[in-house]
Every structure is written in C-alpha cells, then in structure tokens.
DNA sequence: ATCTATACTGACTCTCAGTCATTTTTTGAA
DNA sequence: TTCAAAAAATGACTGAGAGTCAGTATAGAT
C-alpha cells in the first residue's frame, strides 16, 4: 500500500474534480465543441491551471475514458459473483455493458475518442493510456474466466480457444452495441429504423445466436 | 435518365479531384493533421476554390464516406452473383468486407468519422449524408437477401427474423473488423496482442461460430 | 470588341489550443 | 510571528488553421 501525501492527495482530488467539469461541458455541446476555456470556467480554474494537470485536451478525454473503462470493469468483475453457467455469466455481461453504456452515453463516446486518440505515440505511451489498457486487460479476463467456466459445465463449446472467442465476443458485442447506442442517441443512419427491433433484447438476441447457433446442420 | 450539361460534368469532376487531393493529403498524415490549405495545394487550386465545392472541412470528409460506401456496397453486390448456399454468401460477404477495410482503410477510417459527423444536424440533413444512408441501406439489403436465400435452402435457421438478423450481423462484424484493423494499422490495445489471431481467419472463425453457434445443448 | 456571369483567388478574420511572464499562495526555517 | 523561497495559479498573448469575401480572371453571349 503507497502512501500518498497530503499533497499528491489534494492534486489528485483536484484532478477528479476538473474531469467532473469537463464531463459537465461535454453534456451540454458534445466532444468537438468542449474548449478549454469553458472547461476552465466550470471547474472555476483559470485555464493554464489545466495545463498544471493535464498535458494537453486530448488527454483530459483519454483521463474520462480512463474512468469509465474503470467503472465498467469494475460492474464486469461483480458479474463473476453469480452462481451461473458460463453462458449465463457471458449473457449478463453483455446485458451489464448495455446497461453501462445507455446510463454513461458520454463514457462510450469517450472510448471512441480513445481510439482515435492512441494513434497519437505521445498519447499511446502516456500513464492514462496504460491504465486504459489495464482495465481492458482486466475486462477481458473476466470474460475469459466465464467462457472457461462455460466450457467446464458444458454450456459453452470448447472446441474454441477461450481467448480467442473472448476477442470475438469482445469485438462483435462492442459493434452491436454501438450500433445499439447510436440508434437511441443521435442522428443516426436511417438503415436502423427500418426494423423495428428493441435496444433492450438485441444483445439478448445475439448472445442466443452465439449461443445456439443460426445454422440447421449441426455437426457436433 | 437525367441529362447533365457540360457544366455539370466539369463541377461534378473538380469535385472528384478535390476528393482525390484529400485523400492523399490524408493519406500522409491522417484525418486530424490534414489541413485546407494542404488540400488546396495538393488540389492545385486556391484555398476559397474548396469552399465552392464543399460546404466546409467535414463535409469533404463525408464525400469521401460517401465514394467508400459506394464501392463497398458495389463489391458486396458482386457476391450475390455467385451460386452458393446462403450461408457461404454471408461468409463471403464478411470476407469482402474485410479485404475491402485492408486495401482501403482510408475509406474505413473515414466510415468512423461518419458515424461522428452526423451527429451535427446540417451536415445529417445534407445531401452527401442521404447518398450514405441510401448505400447503406443497399448494402443491408444484399446482406438480407443472402440470409433469405439461406433461410430457402437451409443452411441458415428460419427462427429469425432476416431483416433484425441482418441488422445484428452488420453491427457485429463491424465491431470485428474495426478490432482487426486497429490491430494491424496503428497503435492498438495491448489486449489484442495477448492472443496470436490471424487477421485473414478471424472474420472466417466468427462466421462459424454465428453459422454453427458455440453451445453444445442444441434445442433444434 | 465589349459586356456579363461565373469561377477563382489569397489576404484577412476569428476561434481556440497551448504558453509563459507575472502574481498569489503556501511552506517551513529562523 | 516573520519572511524568503518554492509552488501554484493566472490570464494576456501567440500561432495555427477553418472559414470569408472583396477583388480578379475567364468563358460565353451579343
């Protein structure tokens, strides 16, 4: 256990406290129209004092991705605390990152900007980038955990790798639920409301045709 | 079959060049550091000269979406000449798309920027925005076409409803193909380097796992 | 040849991220 | 308690780049 002093303390809380204002600025206009000044102003800091505690804006939004990776992990890990099958503990999961993302809509978008954000080397080998990472790391351990659990009582196949698969589920679910975010957000591409079909159910849904299958012809 | 003057042809070619210029402008620096001036140097015309032919910056980026959609949905199209099951349709049409995000992954990234630009609601209502929307629905289309034909000759399970299928499909494998090209094209998440996948299976293995599911308690 | 409409230009404005000389606050040694 | 050094904070300033617009060039009509 690191013991922190009084200072590193208060420099840290002060830290949280310009993420909060930040998140507030970016509730009312959105990432692309936040500016510094405004952020400066509701954290009722002048706006080189940003810069005591944040190398530049991008890495304000990479410190509210970093966040909301945490929060998300964090809902993940309680998930394995369930007596259930694995492919139960998979289905909750997913149910638990819709959750997230429909009630922390400015999280989501912030792992969006995180991505594009990376491609940027400064960014990428900066300490936010790498606890962004760790969480990642860790969230994926805990699916990985429950696909083994799965393939133990049978609920699950083992004929795949369980990282593997893990990737796949990782991949596909974040698409679907982006595509799920988008549709009750904002404008969104028209193609979505051609079938009517509910936020609610949809992760179900594709965690049903994971599970079960589409095709007819089983071989095993 | 609408008659265009000489004018138009000429306005609607600038327009291309002017497309083209972006592109290699993008090309060597990425979305974020391309600037007008560069584009209008690189377009060999003047900086104002752009501003006749694209509203401003953004929309230049959603013509560029707009010339990706189109291509992609051309050469899914191409896959419903062939004579196959609909399942091995489907599989070739992931695999299109993601041959598709390898050899163009400019038009790739500009698909992401899409999905953020419209969130602004002129550039939403815009005309290059509707030639999007009417490619995507094209696209989707085809995609529930294939899963018709697979629902007819039963190779893919009828309990769904093509059209959320379709609709869960292209949300997933979107959410594939973006992991695999970070993967490949840039700085990427570190998890992605934990497991050893290879990029030219993975869209083959998760058709699998859709087309032959992963549990083993098969109901039907 | 002259006129008019359309296409084009690039210097200019404005906004905003990021800087830095200056001021204010905190610390702790005497 | 005092005060000098260090640390924290400020906000006017700088530079970059998106977008504008008064002025210029060109093509086509008469």
Known sequence: MIKKTRKERERAARKQLIIDAAIEVIKKNGFESATMDEI?????????????????????????SERGSRLLTQSLSKILL??????ELIRKMGQAYLKFVQQNPIYFTAFIYYENLISDDELFESELAAACEESAREAMTYIVRALQI????GSIKDTYDPKELGLIIWGASKGIIHMAFYKENRNHMKILDDVDFSLDSIINNFIEILGTGMANDQKS
Do not use: P, R
């Not at 002048?46 to 509210?64: M, T």
């Not at 799965?150 to 009582?153: C, H, K, S």
């Open 40 to 64: 400066a102003k509701q954290a009722e800091v002048s706006k080189g004092a940003l810069y005591l505690y944040f190398k530049n804006k991008a890495s304000i939004y990479l410190a509210i």
């Open 82 to 87: 369930f007596e259930l099958s694995g492919l």
């Open 150 to 153: 799965g393939m133990q009582d």
